[in-house]
Structure formats: structure tokens, C-alpha cells
């Protein structure tokens, strides 16, 4: 059986650091077992276009896996080329890169490691706000550069305590982050969600729905993204919907670039009407080097806190995925069956409850 993984290039780091498992020196700690058991375990990052390692791959795996942090793009073309594929494996949360409509027709299966990095993400987002709301990113460039103005970085500095902050998205993330904002006497937490969360739940954290997309951007001062990405939620962000924003507000999005219109918001933040954007997730990835999200500011220089995809992939993350990896595989080889919050797309049927659970 061959085994395609599509992971990314850690060199001189990965070298020196065997715990980055997933990169394609360290293969994700199973190189050793699969072919021990006569597998072949085929590794690259090379993931672009008709001569790359993917493509030329694809075509008889039986099983693939890939990450969020370096996605293999299965598209329903590759997927009639692919005849032997019966199941894909995201070492990590979000199966956005794969044509799920298109592996429910084919009849193949798509998982997911559940759960394996929401900790992660969680503190990257909290992370990511306070850098915003402190004004962190110019302040630091100042220092490097050698100058010391205070009253440069103090005048778009605030605190997070009394601002009203909302997620989009309150599922196993955006709950965790919600969780996390609770010490920091926010003036209101809000919460935009297709399904509300049970009661009990929501008095936990304090946080109060909004049923209204609008209503609910126009009352937070910070919005932070935890949705995935799907046909309902890719360009959700867009120009109409910054209108809404309060004047002056953050946004946070560690779920998916595409659900952020790219040009719509570098225009709002250019303006001032976003005060500041941060978050380690692309349109495309990797990410263009003229991307505009990299070099986007405000109206004041500041306002920007784009890293590369990273949230998810911590050394403590990347254990975790690796052995849900290895988990799902096992299953897999000996048919028994998945644990059910792992399944995206199973014996040709859509689990779009798990697939909402981000």
C-alpha cells in the first residue's frame, strides 16, 4: 500500500529538533512503522502543479495525508485521477484543502485529528489580541530601530478590561478562547453561532448570543474568527460587512484566511475603519511574498500581527497530532472503526456536525 504524506520543510530546525514531527524530516514519527509492516510511506513538500511530488502521487495512493500548515489541494480533478484513494488524513483541525463534496461522491473518507491543537489556537488567539489592544508590534519595531518616542505607540494603546469582545464561531475553540477572556473583566463577551451554546455553557463563560451577524459586529470592539471555512463562511468578512464594524475596532482570525475578503480588509485598515488585524492564516499558503497582508498597516503604521501558520503546530500540538495520526491509521489498517468526532466524510456521507466543531 502506499501512504502519501505531503508535509512541510523544516530544515536546519527540524535537523536539530526532533520533536517538529511534522515536517518531512521527521515524517510524523511513523516512518519506522509503516514500513516495518510493508508500506510504502512516500514524504514531500513539493505540492505545486502537474510535476510536483503530490500530483505525480496521488494518482495511486491508497491513503494521504497532509496538514493545514502546508496543504496538499485536493481538488475533484485530482480526485478522478486518484483511482486507489480511499482515505484522507489532516494531521491537524480543518480539511478546508480537500474537495469535500467531491470525496462524499467518490466515496472516500476524510479525517481529522479532533481536538488536537484547539489548546494551541486558543492561546495564539488571546496572544494575538493583546499584542493588537497594546499596540505590541510598532512598539517593539521602535525599540529595534533604535528610537524611543512613547507617545508614538500610547496613543493607539488601550486595555483589554471594559472592551466588549465577540467570537465568531463557538465551538471548541472560540469556547476555549471565551474561556480565556473571562479574567480580563471585558465589559461583555458576545457570541455569533449558528447553534447556541447550552446553557449551562454559556452562563460558564458569560456570554451572551447574537443571532445577527451585523448586530453583532456593530456591538464588539474585537472580533476574533473561529469558524471554519466552508462554501457559507469563504469571503464572510467582505466589504459590506466592515461597514458594520464599529470605527476602530480588531479583528483576530486564526480559522481560515478566505473567510476575510484579502483587499476589502487591507482597504478598511488602511483607512482606520479596522483598527488592527492579526492572525497566522492565508488565502493561500504559503503565502505569496507580495501578499498585501504582509505589509498592510493602519492609518497609524501599526495594526498588523500576521505570522506564518503557526498557532496550531506548537511542539506540544504537533505530539498530539502525530498520535491521532498515527491512531486514525491503525483503525484504518486493521478496519476498525473511527472514532466518530474524527470523521469529515465517512463511507460517502458529509458529518458536517464534526466538520462545524472547530
Known amino acids: 500500500m502506499k501512504v502519501l504524506a505531503i508535509l512541510y520543510q523544516g530544515g536546519e530546525a527540524a535537523t536539530n529538533e526532533p520533536r517538529l514531527l511534522g515536517t518531512v524530516e521527521n515524517k510524523l514519527g511513523i516512518q519506522q512503522w509503516l514500513e516495518s509492516q ?43 485521477k486518484a483511482k486507489n484513494l480511499k482515505i484522507c488524513i489532516t494531521a491537524g483541525v480543518g480539511s478546508d484543502h480537500i474537495d469535500l463534496d467531491a470525496a462524499v461522491d467518490h466515496n472516500i473518507q476524510v479525517l481529522e485529528v479532533s481536538g488536537s491543537n484547539v489548546v494551541s489556537v486558543a492561546e495564539h488567539v488571546m496572544m494575538s489580541i493583546l499584542l493588537l489592544v497594546r499596540n505590541f ?27 466588549v469582545v465577540g467570537t465568531l464561531g463557538a465551538g471548541r475553540i ?77 479583528i483576530v482570525n486564526t480559522a481560515r484566511g478566505a473567510i476575510c475578503d484579502k483587499d476589502a480588509l487591507a482597504a478598511a485598515l488602511a483607512s482606520g475603519h479596522i483598527n488592527g488585524y492579526a492572525g497566522d492564516v492565508w488565502n493561500v499558503q504559503p503565502a505569496p511574498k507580495d501578499h498585501i497582508w504582509r505589509t498592510m498597516k493602519n492609518h497609524l503604521g501599526g495594526g498588523n500581527g500576521m505570522v506564518p501558520h503557526y498557532s496550531g503546530t506548537t511542539l506540544d500540538a504537533q505530539a498530539r497530532y502525530a498520535n491521532g495520526t498515527k491512531a486514525i491509521l491503525e483503525n484504518y489498517l486493521q478496519s476498525r472503526p473511527q472514532e466518530p468526532q474524527n470523521i469529515i466524510v465517512g463511507d460517502g456521507r458529509y458529518e458536517s456536525k464534526a466538520y462545524g466543531q472547530r
Not at 471585558?186 to 453561532?193: I, N, P, S, T
Open 38 to 80: 510493508g508500506h510504502e510511506f512516500i514524504v514531500s513538500s513539493s505540492k505545486e502543479g502537474p510535476d510536483s511530488d503530490f500530483q505525480k502521487h496521488i494518482v495511486d495512493a491508497e491513503i494521504l495525508i497532509t496538514t493545514p500548515f502546508h496543504p496538499g489541494y485536493l481538488t475533484r480533478e485530482l480526485m478522478e
Open 137 to 163: 508590534v510598532p512598539a517593539h519595531e521602535m525599540i529595534e530601530r533604535g528610537d524611543w518616542q512613547v507617545s508614538e505607540i500610547a496613543r493607539n494603546a488601550f486595555d483589554l478590561e471594559g472592551k
Open 174 to 250: 472560540g469556547y476555549r478562547v471565551l474561556q480565556r477572556l473571562q479574567p480580563f473583566n471585558c465589559k461583555e463577551l458576545l457570541y455569533y453561532d449558528y447553534a447556541p451554546l447550552p446553557a449551562a455553557a454559556a452562563e460558564s463563560v458569560g456570554a451572551r448570543r447574537v443571532e445577527d451577524l451585523k448586530e453583532f459586529v456593530s456591538q464588539c470592539d474585537l472580533v476574533t474568527v473561529n469558524c471554519p471555512l466552508h462554501e457559507g463562511t469563504r469571503g464572510l468578512i467582505n466589504a459590506d460587512l466592515l461597514k458594520h464594524f464599529k470605527k476602530g475596532a480588531w
